[in-house]
C-alpha cells in the first residue's frame, strides 16, 4: 500500500519545555524535530552522545546524554532542565530497546532485564523526577511509550511485552495519582513503526515486511511523524481532559483478530 500519510507538528508550544528520552534515534527524533518546529524549548537525552549533540545543534536544544536506568543520571538531567529553563512542561519517554527476540529457552536473563530496565524503570525514574517539577507548577502531560507488543501476545517477546504492558498500568496508576496535581499521564502503543530499531529487527531476520502488511489492516509501516503527531496532540490542551488512556497508533494492528487480511472488497 502506498504511504499517503502526511502528519506534521499542527500545534504551538511557544514557551513550553520539553524533555524526550531517546532522542537520537527514531520516534524520539522525530519528536524532538516536531516539538521544535513547534516552538517549544527541547532538551534531549540519549545514551548515545554523537548523535544527540548533532540533534542539539539541528534544533538549538538542550543536549543531556545518560541512562535513563540510573537514578543520578535521571536526577542531574531534570535539575538540568530547571536550570535551564525554570520547569517541565512535557516528558516524552521514548527511550527502549528491542529484546533478543529468540525462543525463551534460549534468552539470556541479563538481556531480559535490560529490556525492562530501560523501558520501564527508565520512564517510571523520569517520570518521577520530572513529576515533581510540574506538580510544583500544577501542570503537566507525561507520554510513555507502550506498543502493540504490550497489548496483544507475541512470540519470544517476553521482557518488552512486559515493560510495554506494564507502562501501560503505571499510566493508569500514575494518572489516578496526579490528576489531582493538575499532571496528565497518557501512552502511545506504536505498531510497527519504520525507524532503526525495526530496520534492526528486520536485518537479523526477526521480523518481515510481507507478514506484518498483511496483518496490519492498513497494510504499511507507520512513520515517526505519525507518532509524533499523536504525542503532540496528547500534550495539548486538545486533549485537556485525557489521561490514563494507552493510545494505539498501530493502523489497526491490535484490532485485527485474524492472520492475513481478506483482499480489498472481500470477506474472506
Ligand atoms: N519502532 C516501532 O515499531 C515501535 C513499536 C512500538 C513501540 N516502540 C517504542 O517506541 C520507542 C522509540 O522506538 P524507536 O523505534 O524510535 O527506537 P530506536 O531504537 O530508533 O530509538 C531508541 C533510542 O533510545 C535510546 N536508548 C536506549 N537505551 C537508552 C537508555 N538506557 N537511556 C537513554 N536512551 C536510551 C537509543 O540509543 C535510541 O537512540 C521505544 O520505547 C520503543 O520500544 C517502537
Redesign the pocket.
Given at each position: 500500500m502506498v504511504n499517503k500519510s502526511n502528519a506534521t507538528a499542527t500545534f504551538d508550544f511557544t514557551g513550553k519545555t520539553v524533555v524526550i528520552?531517546?532522542a537520537?534515534?527514531?520516534?524520539?527524533m522525530q519528536c524532538a524535530r516536531d516539538f521544535a518546529a513547534a516552538g517549544a524549548n527541547v532538551a534531549v537525552?540519549?545514551?548515545?552522545q554523537v548523535?544527540l549533540n548533532d540533534l542539539a545543534a539541528e534544533i538549538a536544544g538542550l543536549s543531556l546524554a545518560?541512562?535513563?536506568?540510573s537514578e543520578a543520571a535521571v536526577q542531574d538531567l531534570t535539575n538540568t532542565v530547571v536550570e535551564t529553563w525554570g520547569g517541565v512542561d512535557f516528558l516524552i519517554n521514548?527511550?527502549?530497546?528491542a529484546d533478543e527476540m529468540k525462543p525463551t529457552f534460549e534468552q539470556d536473563i541479563s538481556a531480559w532485564q535490560r529490556v525492562l530496565d530501560?523501558?520501564l524503570r527508565?520512564s517510571y525514574l523520569m517520570a518521577r523526577e520530572c513529576g515533581q517539577v510540574m506538580a510544583k507548577s500544577g501542570s503537566g502531560s507525561v507520554v510513555n511509550?507502550s506498543?502493540?507488543?504490550g497489548i496483544i501476545g507475541l512470540p519470544g517477546r517476553n521482557a518488552y511485552s512486559a515493560a510495554?504492558a506494564g507502562l501501560a498500568i503505571m499510566t493508569r496508576g500514575l494518572a489516578s495519582e496526579w490528576g489531582g496535581l493538575g499532571i496528565r499521564v497518557n501512552a502511545i502503543?506504536?505498531?510497527?513503526?519504520d525507524?532503526?530499531?525495526?530496520e534492526g529487527l528486520m536485518s537479523r531476520g526477526k521480523i518481515g515486511t510481507e507478514p506484518i502488511f498483511k496483518r496490519t489492516p492498513l497494510g504499511r509501516f507507520g512513520r515517526?511523524a505519525e507518532i509524533s503527531a499523536a504525542v503532540q496532540f496528547l500534550c495539548s490542551d486538545s486533549a485537556s481532559f485525557i489521561t490514563g488512556v494507552t493510545l494505539p497508533v498501530d493502523g489497526g494492528y491490535s484490532s485485527f483478530g485474524g492472520n492475513a487480511l481478506p483482499e480489498a472488497g472481500s470477506l474472506a
Open positions: 528520552t531517546g537520537a534515534s527514531g520516534i524520539g537525552n540519549d545514551i548515545n548523535a545518560g541512562d535513563v536506568t521514548a527511550a527502549g530497546i530501560v523501558s527508565g511509550f506498543s502493540i507488543a510495554k502503543a506504536p505498531g510497527y513503526i525507524t532503526p530499531m525495526v515517526p
